[in-house]
Antibody
């Protein structure tokens, strides 16, 4: 069955770099697109960026040049890397699979990251 | 970026009620509007995609309608388990954007 699982740190220091891995199973990264979405505590959902099945990426300009998404298809993993973390980057970070159209049909359980000074 | 506005922010309903949640886009998004349900501490779950298509496994009491800029999610016969926050999301153009959510409370 389709599964996504995020792994990453619980705590990141201010101005440091966040690295999260999304490991998928039940589908191929060369067939489906995978996206990153985050949710600050008690707030709504924010689309961060996408890893397209062809290997390209797109990013929300809100993250300017801080965000990088990559993948290792042999390991069925998608990676999020974001630098210069601030306290307002404290959030739960989700990876999600895109369905046939532009919707997210499967989600990981998310990883809660706190940025601490 | 396309702004998504949901209303009301909070909706209180009794079991068995029919409720309607609204989502408005700041520009035409054609049919590319999706609805998610998020329970406390969980990941969002896809309910409806492309305005009115029910995702597999979702109860038929959920339905969606609309076009262009105005969309609705209806729940026909609210159940206790529907206590959640509901988000709309536009898939018409990047960056994909979500509404701020409607919290459904059960009286």
């Amino acid at each position: 069955q389709v599964q996504l699982k995020e792994t990453g740190p619980d705590l990141v220091q201010l101005t440091q770099t966040l690295s999260i891995t999304c490991t998928v199973s039940g589908f191929s990264l060369t067939t489906y697109n995978v996206h990153w979405v985050r949710q600050p505590p008690g707030k709504g959902l924010e689309w961060m960026g996408a890893m397209w099945n062809g290997g390209g990426t797109d990013y929300n300009s809100a993250f300017k040049s801080r965000l990088s998404i990559s993948r290792d298809t042999s390991k069925s993993q998608v990676f999020l890397k974001m630098n210069s973390l601030q306290t307002d980057d404290t959030a739960k970070y989700f990876c999600a699979r895109q369905g046939i159209a532009a919707y997210f049909d499967y989600w990981g359980q998310g990883v809660m990251v706190t940025v601490s000074s | 970026d396309i702004q998504m506005t949901q209303s009301p922010p909070v909706l209180s309903a009794s079991v068995g009620d029919r409720v309607t949640l609204s989502c408005k886009a700041s520009q035409n998004i054609n049919k590319y509007l999706n609805w998610y349900q998020q329970k406390l501490g969980e990941a969002p779950k896809l309910l409806i995609y492309n305005t009115n298509n029910l995702q597999t496994g979702i109860p038929s009491r959920f339905s969606g309608s609309g076009s262009g800029t105005d969309f609705t999610l209806s729940i026909n016969g609210v159940e206790l388990e529907d206590l959640s926050i509901y988000y709309c999301q536009q898939g018409n153009s990047l960056p994909f954007t979500f509404g701020s959510g409607t919290k459904l409370e059960i009286k």
